[in-house]
């Protein structure tokens, strides 16, 4: 076997076993902040809301700052953008995972052979 063909088929399976733990530690993280219960995301407190109504031409003009349920509504928008964000973290592990285990296993079973 040329050295060339042994060089790719390890660095192949260095980059896609570094793939497989990358995944799994994002992985793992993501479990113990869910088990453990931990916030995952921060996000800066609200600024208070001054909800003096402005007036154009003798007409108020309502403003979605001035909403009485505005605060409500964000950290439910907030809290429902973290959920939908770890499960995209979740995602993103196992698609590491999975395709990262044929690929790794695949070349290092050829370059075990061919050594």
Known sequence: ???IKKAYLYVVSLVSLIIIMVG???LL???LKILLNAEEYYS???MA???QVPVEKGVAVKTTECDPDYQIKQQEYEKKNQQQQRKR???QSLAMIIVGTPVFYYHWKLARKEA
């Open 29 to 31: 993280n993501m479990g």
């Open 24 to 26: 799994a530690i994002t």
């Open 89 to 91: 973290d979740i995602a």
């Open 1 to 3: 076997m040329t050295w």
């Open 49 to 51: 809301v001054n909800c």
């Open 44 to 46: 800066y407190p609200m």
